[in-house]
């Protein structure tokens, strides 16, 4: 084999067969470290393949481990072929020193210079990674430091602990004081004969939540390729874990509430969103596109199109008959989005589609219509049409009853046109609550207060006036602020509030007196108040509420945060309050679309009507203010 070679690869078409569908293959020659990569071209049916090992790997390089991707040459069929840096180091570990390996890696399996080939390969990955031997997940080499050895060493037993509880992990998870986590991590460690460093079990755990921050996380496309796999390892250098094992101790590892202090809560969402697509596979038909689209947002993608492309696989809403959505790589970005929006809102039966949280400002997709969401712009607002991943809704409403929708669109497919009323129209609006960034809850409680103090102004909850439909307006407030609830849970959640509500009002006297300015001071007073309100306990367990700081209960908290997360609270002209898309602004109009499960905010632009995003209006969400007789034509633009 030759060491170099000047003349340059090219690809040859791939022709279609009556046998079916073909995919090319490499054979990887073996070689030291020190060697450049030589592979040789298969061509191959997919059907009746060549035992094969797929890689899935990032073609980016961010986060703790970087490398320059740059294109580095290699020799495929002993010509000059360049490929990214990411991808040559990924060959280079996995090749065998003695014997060749036949591998499917799609920077070099497929011509990324030919969109018709790309469309059509793209459209076949689904079932490339589903038939291969094994699925290779590269994390990427070990960092300096070699955290990833420790963190593989303990993924085999936290595995086998999730399945059967040995008593040192049952003390481990039990307990909800991270300082017991570090007084433990020896005895784990000794117990297991791993390599023991005087680490304590948060630097343990600290070495397994490292790698959850490796780029491969953050990829749109590793979502279809680990979930299709029928079997797949983690590689991370040159240790290896089987990916089953590690998924089973990722699930078993957040069970404890103390190690959240080491998650990010970016890091966390990609590896929950992962986990729950390999659960809703694995239970049973998986989920719709518009439901994947939304839980992997915040995944990444290097090119936009590919936000759509990587999960069309895994949907269970597309194919014949269905969604007619599919990878096409000649048509560019506007199309590809409003293509798959106009699709859904025809074909789903519904409106969730408007309820995906948008930010219009934002987008620099020229052109896109405001109803066809930008799927490259990540979104950490969750919409109140969302689904877990059974199906089941997160938020049960049904502001226009049982009436279905009637989607039109013009004939350039820029106006989507839908029957609705006008309801009321906004003029307050509290401050937007934007990303919890703070790594400590005592350290966000100044900017938490502020917002909450503002909150309370806007939408009135002090005062002794009864709300429209003659509530309480401080359990108006709550509701609110949880995006409602239903009457089973009614008092179980108000009693949790008015448990946060007497440290708000501690909290609220701290900034009577300016101390929010002086940070020392305010955490010490902080401190103090929470240990003699009586949520000690609450403050160990660190339930992360994005208005309180922290001190709420679980169930409180997590209703919370799923609802207020990019969202202000609104107060419209008849009085009602609601809480609205981080974009609203004073003088939008409030509406109630038929088929749609929650109210809308527009905003007028000249004859049409602008989406700005979703909301809960108190009192109106279950019909109560809808009259189809009331509806009329609304074009959005």
């Known amino acids: 084999m030759k060491n170099s070679c000047n003349e340059k690869f090219s690809y040859e078409r791939i022709s279609t067969t009556s046998n079916g569908p073909r995919i090319r293959l490499i054979e990887l020659f073996p070689g030291s470290s020190d060697q450049i990569i030589e592979c040789k071209m298969i061509l191959s049916f997919l059907e009746e393949p060549w035992a094969y090992e797929a890689l899935s790997y990032?073609?980016?390089?961010?986060?703790?481990?970087?490398?320059?991707?740059?294109?580095?040459?290699?020799?495929?069929?002993?010509?000059?072929?360049?490929?990214?840096?990411?991808?040559?180091?990924?060959?280079?570990?996995?090749?065998?020193?003695?014997?060749?390996?036949?591998?499917?890696?799609?920077?070099?399996?497929?011509?990324?210079?030919?969109?018709?080939?790309?469309?059509?390969?793209?459209?076949?990955?689904?079932?490339?990674?589903?038939?291969?031997?094994?699925?290779?997940?590269?994390?990427?080499?070990?960092?300096?430091?070699?955290?990833?050895?420790?963190?593989?060493?303990?993924?085999?037993?936290?595995?086998?602990?999730?399945?059967e509880p040995t008593p040192v992990v049952e003390q481990l998870h039990q307990s909800a004081d991270i300082r017991q986590l570090m007084q433990l991590g020896s005895q784990v460690l000794n117990s297991h004969g791993m390599p023991h460093h005087g680490n304590t079990g948060y630097t343990v755990y600290r070495a397994?939540?490292?790698?959850?921050?490796?780029?491969?996380?953050?990829?749109?496309?590793?979502?279809?390729?680990?979930?299709?796999?029928?079997?797949?390892?983690?590689?991370?250098?040159?240790?290896?874990?089987?990916?089953?094992?590690?998924?089973?101790?990722?699930?078993?590892?957040?069970?404890?509430?103390?190690?959240?202090?080491?998650?990010?809560?970016?890091?966390?969402?990609?590896a929950l969103g992962l986990l729950s697509a390999c659960r809703a596979v694995q239970r049973g038909p998986g989920q719709r596109l518009l439901d994947l689209l939304l839980q992997h947002r915040q995944c990444g993608a290097s090119d936009p199109r590919d936000k759509v492309f990587a999960l069309c696989g895994l949907a269970n809403d597309t194919g014949s008959n269905r969604l007619d959505v599919k990878p096409d790589y000649r048509r560019n970005k506007v199309e590809v989005y409003t293509d798959v929006a106009k699709s859904i809102l025809l074909r789903s039966g519904d409106l969730d589609l408007l309820s995906a949280p948008r930010h219009?400002?934002?987008?620099?997709?020229?052109?896109?219509?405001?109803?066809?969401?930008?799927?490259?712009?990540?979104?950490?607002?969750?919409?109140?049409?969302?689904?877990?991943?059974?199906?089941?809704?997160?938020?049960?409403?049904?502001?226009?009853?049982?009436?279905?929708?009637?989607?039109?669109?013009?004939?350039?497919?820029?106006?989507?046109?839908?029957?609705?009323?006008?309801?009321?129209?906004?003029?307050?609006?509290?401050?937007?609550?934007?990303?919890?960034?703070?790594?400590?809850?005592?350290?966000?409680?100044?900017?938490?207060?502020?917002?909450?103090?503002?909150?309370?102004?806007?939408?009135?909850?002090?005062?002794w006036a009864p709300y429209l439909n003659g509530e309480k307006m401080v359990d108006v407030f709550w509701q609110t602020l949880i995006g409602g609830c239903a009457p089973t849970e009614y008092n179980e959640l108000r009693d949790q509030f008015l448990d946060i509500n007497r440290t708000i009002k501690r909290f609220r006297m701290l900034h009577y007196m300016g101390l929010q300015n002086y940070r020392k001071t305010y955490l010490a007073a902080s401190w103090v108040m929470l240990a003699n309100s009586g949520m000690s306990d609450a403050f160990h367990m660190?339930?992360?509420?994005?208005?309180?700081?922290?001190?709420?209960?679980?169930?409180?908290?997590?209703?919370?945060?799923?609802?207020?997360?990019?969202?202000?609270?609104?107060?419209?002209?008849?009085?009602?309050?609601?809480?609205?898309?981080?974009?609203t602004a004073v003088d939008d109009s409030v509406a109630l679309v038929q088929g749609g499960q929650v109210p809308l905010v527009l905003r007028k632009v000249d004859y049409h009507w602008q989406l700005v995003g979703d909301t809960y209006v108190h009192g109106i969400m279950n019909g109560e203010a809808f009259d189809e007789n009331k509806c009329e034509m609304i074009w959005i633009v």
């Open 58 to 163: 990032t073609w980016s390089s961010s986060g703790k481990i970087w490398i320059p991707n740059s294109p580095t040459p290699i020799i495929c069929d002993n010509k000059h072929l360049d490929i990214p840096k990411s991808l040559e180091t990924a060959l280079c570990h996995i090749r065998n020193p003695q014997e060749s390996r036949i591998i499917w890696a799609d920077a070099i399996c497929i011509n990324q210079q030919d969109d018709d080939e790309k469309t059509h390969q793209v459209r076949l990955m689904r079932d490339i990674y589903r038939r291969a031997r094994m699925v290779i997940i590269w994390l990427g080499p070990e960092s300096i430091s070699g955290p990833g050895e420790l963190a593989l060493d303990l993924v085999p037993y936290l595995a086998a602990a999730s399945k």
């Open 208 to 270: 397994f939540f490292d790698l959850l921050e490796r780029p491969w996380f953050t990829r749109t496309w590793i979502v279809q390729e680990a979930v299709m796999a029928s079997q797949a390892v983690l590689l991370c250098g040159t240790k290896s874990v089987p990916w089953i094992d590690f998924l089973d101790a990722f699930a078993y590892s957040i069970k404890q509430p103390s190690l959240m202090n080491i998650l990010t809560p970016e890091t966390l969402a990609y």
């Open 360 to 463: 219009s400002t934002a987008s620099t997709v020229i052109d896109l219509p405001s109803w066809a969401p930008d799927w490259s712009l990540p979104q950490k607002q969750t919409s109140f049409s969302a689904r877990d991943i059974s199906g089941n809704r997160l938020f049960q409403f049904k502001a226009t009853r049982d009436t279905e929708a009637d989607p039109k669109f013009s004939v350039d497919d820029k106006l989507l046109s839908v029957k609705g009323m006008f309801i009321d129209q906004v003029i307050s609006v509290g401050s937007l609550h934007e990303t919890d960034t703070e790594s400590m809850f005592l350290t966000k409680i100044p900017k938490e207060q502020t917002i909450i103090n503002n909150w309370e102004r806007v939408s009135g909850a002090r005062s």
């Open 542 to 583: 660190r339930f992360s509420s994005p208005l309180t700081g922290g001190y709420a209960t679980r169930i409180f908290a997590t209703r919370m945060a799923m609802a207020v997360t990019q969202r202000r609270i609104v107060k419209t002209r008849k009085g009602y309050v609601g809480l609205a898309a981080g974009d």
